[in-house]
């Protein structure tokens, strides 16, 4: 058997290979031996370490999920105020092409996995709920700051910026709209739901500094 610290560096290297294969196969085209090919390992030694397939692409949906919101959260930590906050957070949820773009095709091309592996469902959540308290954050510093006037409980128009950024990146990453329509949309509703009244305010926003990513 596997020490502890081999059995976490080999699901690593498993997850990292599952991923550069979901990259270039589609979530519909993997299956154990192009997963075990990527890694250059054998299907046998893949299910000693996860059980199946899905039990793989679960892993990667987690890890997925948790680098994109730490990197989010990180980057959005380092605007001091929150109108810059707000610019930056929408600009970091935007599939521009690139890692950004790459990271949401992982994240959506699993989203029948979550529906498979309750450990999946349970990132889903988690990852869907990090970014709507990320938002919260930032709606309760402009309140406090005197920035925003919002129109809802800040903490409805949180879950709205989490949920229309799902449904309106995706089309983005089909072609119907551009990764600026997305981006101009979700300020648009900022704007409206937190009745900002800075002129400018969004200026910053889509300059394409740091950008969170998905390692492969």
């Known amino acids: 058997m596997a020490r502890p610290s081999n059995q976490k560096k080999r699901r690593a290297e498993i997850v990292a290979a ?18 075990a090919d990527a890694a250059d390992m054998s299907s046998a030694l893949l299910l000693y370490y996860y059980s199946d397939v899905n039990d793989i692409l679960a892993a990667v949906y987690r ?12 980057l959005v930590a380092k605007e001091t105020l929150p109108l810059s906050m707000l610019s930056r957070c929408i600009e970091l949820g935007t599939p521009y092409p690139g890692k950004r773009c790459e990271a949401a095709r992982i994240l959506y091309e699993l989203a029948p996995v979550i529906v498979e592996k309750p450990t999946a469902a349970s990132w889903s959540r988690r990852f869907f709920s ?16 005197g920035d925003f006037s919002p129109l809802l409980p800040p903490a409805k128009i949180a879950t709205a910026m989490v949920a229309l950024e799902d449904g309106l990146a995706i089309h983005a990453m089909t072609g119907l709209l551009t990764p600026e329509d997305v981006e101009a949309d979700l300020l648009a509703h900022a704007e409206a739901l937190l009745c900002i009244a800075s002129p400018g305010w969004a200026d910053r926003a889509g300059e394409g500094s740091e950008i969170p990513t998905v390692s492969a």
């Not at 999920?65 to 990197?71: C, G």
């Not at 990090?130 to 700051?145: D, H, K, N, P």
């Open 18 to 35: 599952a991923t550069i294969a979901v990259h270039k196969h589609g979530a519909a085209g993997i299956n154990l031996k192009r997963i």
């Open 63 to 74: 890890s997925a999920a948790k680098q994109f919101l730490d990197e989010r959260e990180q």
């Open 130 to 145: 990090g970014q709507a308290e990320l938002y919260l954050r930032i709606v309760e510093a402009g309140i406090a700051s």
